[in-house]
């Protein structure tokens, strides 16, 4: 088992060290006392001044002992204060204790600050620490995002170009022996000036769609009619209005002959979307509003577009 240490109080080693030093002062008090008649030595008659060297040293060594003796008084004057101040503590235990309680405690208060300061300025560095790690992390991810929608926009992009460049890139021309059939897309919709199931002849023209009129042996002039035509809204309304004219025997007599609109430009390139799908060859004359639509039914090569 262990045994406490105890630390001395500063009295204490006080105490300690007067005695020390009052011991002292009594050693070499008897040290000169037993030196003394050593240091008279009576020196040969032939010295002259003899007696009175003696007697200057006889007065040195007087004062030096009164000076001790005056020491010795005041030494054992605090000596007998300090044993009056010890006795005085030893009769009250209490007061030295609570004076060193009352320390201990002032440290205590002292230390608990100084560690709720410390645990306060931690906890504040962490949180910082975690919200710049949050901030961190959430640009990051905010960045990803901004990467992968860029990617995004730019295959969106490189889509659209490549689509506005096949819609809008110059059209290959080359003659052919097909017959035309006439079409013309107006106010969003198709008319069909010609059905389908015959040739490009005046007793083909489709009067569900177009009313005409003769304007010489082979010239006629064409007006719509506008509640008959159909619509070009969607892709699949594209795939209804040129579903007659898809077959393969249609498709190696005959080409489709456009008279397209500036209002209905959108529509026709759905429509060219379609019949670049299905392969139907086809030829479009732009036209602005008021424009006459008249066609002359000619038996000779014609130069048409192919996609």
């Known amino acids: 088992m262990s045994r406490k240490t105890e630390i001395p109080s500063s009295i204490a080693l006080l105490l300690d060290a007067m005695c020390s030093t009052f011991g002292c002062i009594v050693f070499i008090s008897m040290t000169l006392a037993v030196m003394m008649p050593k240091l008279l030595i009576v020196k040969p008659k032939g010295d002259s001044n003899r007696e009175k060297r ?7 060594l007087d004062s030096e002992n009164a000076a001790l003796r005056a020491k010795i008084s005041e030494l054992a004057g605090l000596a007998e204060t300090y044993d009056r101040q010890l006795r005085a503590l030893e009769a009250d235990p209490r007061s030295r204790a609570q004076a060193d309680l009352a320390q201990a405690q002032e440290k205590i208060a002292a230390l ?5 300061r410390l645990a306060a300025e931690l906890q504040q560095q ?8 949050r901030q961190a992390v959430n640009a990051r991810q905010v960045a990803n995002e901004l990467e992968a929608q860029v990617a995004e926009l730019e295959k969106r992009a490189a889509a659209e170009t490549a689509e506005i460049k096949r819609q809008f890139r110059l059209p290959q021309m080359r003659s052919t022996s097909k017959a035309p059939l006439f079409m013309a897309v107006k106010g969003g919709k198709l008319f069909y000036v010609m059905k389908a199931d015959g040739g490009p002849s005046p007793q083909n023209f489709d009067a569900r769609f177009m009313t005409w009129r003769q304007e010489s042996a082979n ?3 064409f007006d719509v009619k ?5 619509g070009l809204a969607d892709a699949q309304a594209c795939n209804r209005g040129l ?18 609109f500036a209002d ?3 529509e026709f390139v759905r429509l060219k979307e379609q019949m670049c799908r299905w392969g139907i060859s086809y030829n479009w004359d732009p036209k602005r509003d008021g424009d006459i639509m008249g066609l002359q039914v000619v038996d000779t090569p014609v130069q048409h577009e192919v996609q």
Do not use: C, H, N
């Open 54 to 60: 003696i007697e200057l040293q006889r007065m040195d």
């Open 243 to 260: 579903k007659p004219f898809s077959g393969g025997d249609f498709r190696r007599e005959y080409y489709l002959e456009f008279w397209v």
């Open 219 to 221: 010239a006629w002039r």
């Open 126 to 133: 962490g949180k910082q620490a975690e919200t710049k790690a």
């Open 264 to 266: 209905s430009f959108p």
């Open 112 to 116: 608990t600050a100084q560690r709720d």
């Open 226 to 230: 506008p509640e008959a035509g159909l």
